[in-house]
């Protein structure tokens, strides 16, 4: 049961370039996250999916954009990577009770 | 709005004293109530969460907390605090009358004094 998976675990980016991090849950969630966390501001949520096909804005969505295309899997597209989206991000996944977490995408823009 | 409220970013307490993470949520209905810690360098691990029931829930590392539902609040306790408690603990709640969505709050940073 491998529970919520985040790829990759590490990443550095030049400025301006584009990645995607990918996360994929076994758990049969509906609800899916993206958050990033910076020193001292918490979790911040990015987008977040209520269900397969949908996505909705977060606290923090500029310079992102997000593809829900089946229940598993929720990605994280960074178009042009800035300085300011050097963070770590973390995936997770719900329903009802239960609450899961990605151990977490450490991702640096030079 | 519904949101989740965190007293106090940083706690600094001496080991063996009494540890208390405050966190009221503010919700038209009772939600799920949740306490992850997150230690240097890791990843969220689940400490307990309150869904129904019994109001003093019982976690690892000896860990607990209490809903209360007059108060809107789920504080985090420990009788007597560990070097190894140092760590973020985050509240979290999922509302129920809100496509069962997951808020976190901002976090509390425990430290621990020898």
Known sequence: NAGVTQTPKFQVLKTGQSMTLQCAQDMNHNSMYWYRQDPGMGLRLIYYSASEGTTDKGEVPNGYNVSRLNKREFSLRLESAAPSQTSVYFCASSEFTEAFFGQGTRLTVV | ?114
């Open chain 2, 1 to 114: 709005a519904q949101s989740v409220t965190q007293l106090g970013s940083h706690v600094s307490v001496s080991e063996g004293a009494l540890v208390l993470l405050r966190c009221n949520y503010s919700s038209s209905v009772p939600p799920y109530l949740f306490w992850y810690v997150q230690y240097p360098n890791q990843g969220l691990q689940l400490l307990l969460k309150y869904t129904t029931g019994a109001t003093l829930v019982k976690g690892i590392n000896g860990f607990e907390a209490e809903f209360k539902k007059s108060e809107t609040s789920f504080h985090l306790t420990k009788p007597s605090a560990h070097m190894s408690d140092a760590a973020e603990y985050f509240c979290a709640v999922i509302h129920r009358g809100s496509n069962y969505k997951l808020t976190f709050g901002k976090g509390t940073l425990l430290t621990v004094n020898p």
